[in-house]
């Protein structure tokens, strides 16, 4: 922890103590991936809260996912901070609505829909509709898209109309649809996940005494990922600001990758319109990966076209130069995970540790493959990071057996009070059918015994940190972890989809699946969904400090139909891949250029012996849960999770 406020400062560039020292009025910080923005408003607010000039419970930091901010507010911690709400939108609004729902509706906040797709399709029946799944889940999809767009059921006909979309069905009917669904959440008592913005926003605008409530209690507001912020989530900080302007906001165009909800980056574009008075602040030195990487990003970057290209910064690496990417061709999927794994061992065999290691991948269906991969190879991993440790509920039940023994402790022989915490937690766990040794295989069982090997060896560093502490005192620890979401550190590799990486970094990254299909992905058509789908790969480029892959498979699977290419967005990139960045590749040119187990390309006739490789249960990709119908394994999403707008939707979700 700094010894004073001052040094708090240290070990920040001039620009970035810039914007930690204007602890007043707008800030906008603009710059590109790794150039220190996060790091930049943690440390304003930890300056802030040191001085003394921000109250800390005054403070409201937004982030983007759970992890971004169970980060900071470790960070915080770190520098002597504490107290100070780091919250997604959604996990804020939620908490402010529990609170006032008594006051501003009466009773409790209704519960949250568990099956969302069957209330829609109860309000189809009512008016002697019937849809098939699939048309069911576009009519889910329009009816997310309608709440997103604060679109009421009867101004979605001429909304649709006028974003010049392509409805799946008939307007009219959709709008009648979504108005009874709406109608059907009211008699139920649940409310959906765009609800609770909605909700929240409309208590706020129409109750003037619960508005001026928040005001009194938040002060100071710091929004970090603001270029993808969404319309009605532009309106909830305007609520939560009233007529202040103590708003720090940093973000990066170039990262817009959730517009599809309808965020877009002017709101970070045009900040000095709203606020007349910001202090902007452009930042370029690279502090996050080595000039190789820096390169790659500023190419890919430098044939992307748009608003957000505009206003693009050449980012400056900072760091020593490091390896060069490796691109890999793989004959299919498979071999893809497999060559994947064998990479991911070099590197651990070399010293880099499993929790500095990631594998980013489009859609979070490619997940499972790697899950085997990794396995086989005994490799840790963790599916989505630490995040919400301590809800998940594996933890939920250990915690509540631990507590239980520590309790009881004195009568159970398994706790004699001359046996050490880890040997007694272990212990306790395996009444529970938890084993030293992981389980074969991947899926949900091996992500649960994930979970409780990260219980076991943080209660092995309490130990070790305090020697003669007892059971008693690590439920203490871990109830103190759970008030402030302290989860442990992520020990394996993390696999995650692109959407879910942002703002993170690891010192090894794998960009997996980047052939044309997957990425772009085969539903971007406009240019300017493909120019999401560039910036979704800068996302991903840029989360590597050091070591960074770019793979892709001909096929889906051994024997299958091989024709596939690499990723338009390589072109020119890659070693040997021409100049010109958006024609794809000719089918048969050159292959892999460089890297272990790449160039494994069989040829089709010598693969068609081969069967199909099933690895492991299909699971629901919003969910997790093991799938068993044919159909729902087909969309790779069980009935019960929502529609499919974007994959991105999915990270919303889970994230909350
Ligand atoms: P992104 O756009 O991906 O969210 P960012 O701009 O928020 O990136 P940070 O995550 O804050 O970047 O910083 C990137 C990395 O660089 C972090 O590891 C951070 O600690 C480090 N870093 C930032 N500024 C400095 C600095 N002045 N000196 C040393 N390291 C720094
Ligand atoms: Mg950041």
């Not at 609505?97 to 399709?121: C, H, I, S, T």
């Not at 103590?246 to 909800?261: E, K, P, R």
């Not at 402030?484 to 879910?500: K, R």
Request: glycine fraction near 8%; charge should be neutral; charged fraction near 25%.
């Amino acid at each position: 922890v700094p010894d004073s406020a001052d040094a708090v400062l240290d070990g920040l560039d001039p620009e970035q103590r810039e914007v930690a020292e204007t602890l007043q009025g707008p800030v906008c910080v603009l710059a590109g991936a790794g150039t220190g923005k996060t790091r930049a408003i943690t440390h304003r607010i930890a300056y802030g809260v040191r001085r003394g000039d921000f109250q800390a419970t005054t403070v409201l930091a937004v982030t983007f996912t759970n992890r971004a901010a169970g980060e900071m507010r470790g960070r915080l911690r770190e520098l002597g901070a504490h107290g100070v709400q780091a919250r997604t939108f959604h996990s804020a609004a939620l908490r402010q609505l529990q609170f006032f729902w008594p006051k501003a509706v009466g009773g409790d906040l209704p519960r949250l829909v568990e099956r969302k797709v069957q209330l829609v399709a109860d309000a189809a029946a009512r008016c002697h509709v019937r849809l098939d799944r699939g048309e069911l889940r576009d009519v889910t999809g329009e009816i997310e898209w309608a709440k997103v767009t604060q679109t009421v059921p009867s101004d979605y006909a001429a909304a649709v109309a006028k974003a010049a979309r392509t409805p799946p069905r008939d307007p009219a009917e959709t709008a009648q649809i979504y108005g009874l669904y709406e109608q059907l959440k009211r008699e139920r008592s649940v409310i959906d996940f765009e609800d609770v913005l909605l909700l929240t926003v409309g208590i706020l605008q129409d109750r003037h005494d619960i508005a001026d409530q928040v005001r009194a209690q938040y002060k100071h507001f710091v929004v970090d990922e603001y270029q993808d912020v969404s319309p009605l989530q532009q309106r909830l900080l305007e609520l939560w600001l009233g007529d202040r302007e103590n708003l720090c906001v940093v973000g990066d165009a170039s990262q817009t990758i959730y517009s599809f909800t309808g965020a877009t980056p002017d709101h970070l574009l045009n900040f000095r319109t709203r606020h007349p008075q910001a202090k902007i602040v452009k930042l370029v030195r690279d502090y996050r990966s080595t000039p190789q990487i820096v390169h790659l990003a500023n190419g890919l970057l430098s044939h992307a076209s748009g608003r957000a290209a505009e206003h693009r910064l050449e980012l400056v690496s900072q760091r020593e130069k490091g390896p060069e990417a490796v691109y890999a061709e793989y004959a299919d999927e498979p071999a893809e995970a497999d060559g994947a794994a064998r990479r991911i061992r070099e590197l651990t065999e070399a010293g880099t540790l499993a929790g500095n290691i990631a594998v980013l991948f489009r859609t979070n269906g490619q997940s499972e493959l790697y899950e085997q991969a990794l396995a086989d190879a005994g490799i840790p991993y963790q599916l989505r990071g630490a995040e919400r440790f301590f809800e998940r509920r594996e933890v939920l039940e250990a915690h509540a057996a631990l507590r239980g023994a520590a309790r009881f402790g004195g009568n159970d022989p398994l706790l004699d009070d001359t046996v050490d915490i880890p040997s007694q937690v272990r212990a306790v766990l395996s009444t529970k059918g938890w084993t030293s040794r992981p389980p074969a295989g991947s899926g949900a069982t091996r992500d649960r015994w994930e979970s409780l090997a990260s219980l076991v060896r943080l209660a092995e560093d309490f130990a070790q940190a305090h020697p003669a502490a007892t059971l008693g005192d690590l439920i203490t620890e871990l109830d103190e972890r759970k008030a402030t979401q302290h989860a442990p550190a992520v020990e394996g590799v993390t696999l995650a989809s692109l959407h879910a990486a942002k703002g993170l970094e690891w010192d090894a990254v794998f960009l997996v699946g980047l052939a044309e299909g997957m990425m772009p992905i085969t539903y971007a058509k406009t240019d300017e969904q493909l120019e999401e789908e560039r910036r979704l790969l800068y996302v991903g480029v840029t989360r590597a400090r050091v070591h960074l892959s770019l793979s892709w498979a001909l096929a889906r699977s051994p024997g299958g139909w091989s024709g596939r290419r690499p990723s338009r967005f390589l072109q020119g990139l890659r070693p040997g891949s021409g100049t010109t960045p958006t024609r794809p590749r000719a089918p048969g040119a050159a292959g892999a250029t460089g890297g272990p187990g790449a160039s494994t390309r069989t040829s089709p006739t010598e693969a068609a012996g081969g069967s199909r490789v099933r690895r492991g249960p299909a699971r629901c990709r919003v969910c997790g849960r093991t799938l068993t119908d044919a159909g729902e394994m087909k969309l790779m999403r069980c009935e019960d999770c929502p529609s499919d707008m974007d994959e991105g939707v999915y990270e919303r979700l889970r994230d909350w």
